[in-house]
T-cell receptor, first 116, second 111 residues
Framework: LAKTTQPISMDSYEGQEVNITCSHN???????ITWYQQFPSQGPRFIIQ???TKVTNEVASLFIPADRKSSTLSLPRVSLSDTAVYYC?????????????????FGKGTKLSVIP | DAMVIQNPRYQVTQFGKPVTLSCSQT?????MYWYQQKSSQAPKLLFH???????NEADTPDNFQSRRPNTSFCFLDIRSPGLGDAAMYLC??????????FGPGTRLTVL
């Protein structure tokens, strides 16, 4: 099980780019890296997923170095509405029936506060 | 829109009185999950289904049970809720090519 480590909190001003790094030193070959956003009293929301190098979608980019022992979520030009907790998750993308090694463990998350 | 629906959004029960939370999905995903999230903590996986195959996390208390009668529905049964079971319960689904899609959660209060 790949344990993840993230900063507990980060502050940023509106309009800035925010980079949140997650460490996962014992990531396994089959593991993907997924990031979620969670607002208070809501379920987490999928942001982005990647296996290696760089992935970009309409809301974020995910940078994964060659050794895959860390990953960085990049949020361009944050706004007040981006204030939330961001979780990095590492694990198999698909649980195989009966496979005891499939686990999804959320780390403590990073609380991002965007300041006006 | 395709989504994950949880009912009720808020549930109040008494200490020791069984309670059932429900989840439905219109995404036709073959994997469904139940998480428990306590205040200011990360979600904790209780169990998941791959189709009808049930997978229990090692540290999930026996007090928690689950049923998945078909692809669309999944239920969480708490047989004898204690004060420590008060939490947000999150249902999620996933497909082989996606991350997890979460429902809005059911907030359980135990009196």
């Amino acid at each position: 099980l790949a344990k993840t480590t993230q900063p507990i909190s980060m502050d940023s001003y509106e309009g800035q780019e925010v980079n949140i790094t997650c460490s996962h030193n014992n990531i396994a070959t089959n593991d993907y890296i997924t990031w979620y956003q969670q607002f208070p009293s809501q379920g987490p929301r999928f942001i982005i997923q990647g296996y290696k190098t760089k992935v970009t979608n309409e809301v974020a980019s995910l940078f994964i170095p060659a050794d895959r022992k860390s990953s960085t979520l990049s949020l361009p030009r944050v706004s007040l509405s981006d204030t939330a907790v961001y979780y990095c998750l590492v694990g198999d993308r698909v649980p195989y029936s009966g496979a005891g090694s499939y686990q999804l463990t959320f780390g403590k998350g990073t609380k991002l506060s965007v300041i006006p | 829109d395709a989504m994950v629906i949880q009912n009720p959004r808020y549930q109040v029960t008494q200490f020791g009185k069984p309670v059932t939370l429900s989840c439905s999905q219109t995404l036709n995903h073959n994997v469904m999950y139940w998480y428990q999230q306590k205040s200011s903590q990360a979600p904790k996986l209780l169990f998941h289904y791959y189709d009808k195959d049930f997978n229990n996390e090692a540290d999930t208390p026996d007090n928690f049970q689950s049923r998945r009668p078909n692809t669309s529905f999944c239920f969480l049964d708490i047989r004898s809720p204690g004060l420590g079971d008060a939490a947000m319960y999150l249902c999620a689904t996933s497909s082989p090519t996606s991350g997890q899609f979460f429902g809005p959660g059911t907030r359980l209060t135990v009196l």
